[in-house]
């Protein structure tokens, strides 16, 4: 069992910056990702990144703003969101891959955290 804890979320304007973590209580010998879920809509991916590292995905609405990195000896996880957009707005989760399979889908992961709200303004 792993377990998740999501932080750095909160409100800023448009062009602002955040910068999530997602510290795990256990190791992590895997892949994880970021997802996030707007009211009214379905959990969608933003990024991955492999268990060393080397790999990364990302939405591709959020490449060049948002970069993903892993610092393993701590168990944790980042997200480094820049120049957000109000339709970044959203609960993120982070989540760690346990079934092969597509790294975009939700169904190829298979712990949660509890998540951490981001609100960008306009």
């Known amino acids: 069992q792993v377990q998740l804890v999501e932080s750095g979320g909160g409100s800023v304007q448009a062009g602002g910056s955040l910068r999530l973590s997602c510290a795990a209580a256990g190791r992590t010998f895997s892949s994880m990702g970021w997802f996030r879920q707007a009211p009214g809509k379905e959990r969608e991916f933003v990024a991955a990144?492999?268990?060393?590292?080397?790999?990364?995905f990302y939405l591709d609405s959020v490449k060049g703003r948002f970069t993903i990195s892993r610092d393993n000896p701590k168990n944790t996880v980042y997200l480094q969101m820049n120049s957000l957009k109000p339709e970044d707005t959203a609960t993120y989760y982070c989540a760690v891959q346990r079934y092969n399979g597509d790294y975009a889908s939700p169904t190829s992961y298979g712990y949660w955290g509890q998540g951490t709200q981001v609100t960008v303004s306009s």
């Open positions: 990144i492999s268990w060393s590292g080397s790999t990364t």
